[in-house]
Nanobody
Framework: QVQLVESGGGLVQAGGSLRLSCVAS????????MGWYRQAPGKARELVAV???????NYADSVKGRFTISRDNAKNAVFLQMNNLKPEDTAVYYC??????????????WGQGTQVTVSS
């Protein structure tokens, strides 16, 4: 059984910062990419940032220059530093990991989500 647990969401004023954390636990043999997605009310879930096992990051255009994704492979953790937040960043943020657990193939896992609200 694998679990992804996020933390760090909250309410912040525009221009402020938040840091999201996600830790994967359970039977884990290897983790490939880890990432963050978000879903605003009435909108589809979208990719925010992803980072490979070799720590190569990729970002959505809307967050480039403001958000930084990082990971700690020893702790099975991924982080999202969010600076200069805007009201349009308001959403539920989900952690995602492509990892190998008890099967020989990798599978996709999701966290439960953490709310980020940016007030204007």
């Amino acid at each position: 059984q694998v679990q992804l647990v996020e933390s760090g969401g909250g309410l912040v004023q525009a221009g402020g910062s938040l840091r999201l954390s996600c830790v994967a636990s359970g039977t884990i043999f290897s983790i490939n990419a880890m990432g963050w997605y978000r879903q605003a009310p009435g909108k589809a879930r979208e990719l925010v940032a992803v980072i490979t096992s070799g720590r190569t990051p990729n970002y959505a255009d809307s967050v480039k220059g403001r958000f930084t994704i990082s990971r700690d492979n020893a702790k099975n953790a991924v982080f999202l530093q969010m600076n200069n937040l805007k009201p349009e960043d308001t959403a539920v943020y989900y952690c995602n990991a492509d990892l190998r657990s008890t099967h020989w193939y990798s599978q996709n896992y999701w966290g439960q989500g953490t709310q980020v609200t940016v007030s204007s």
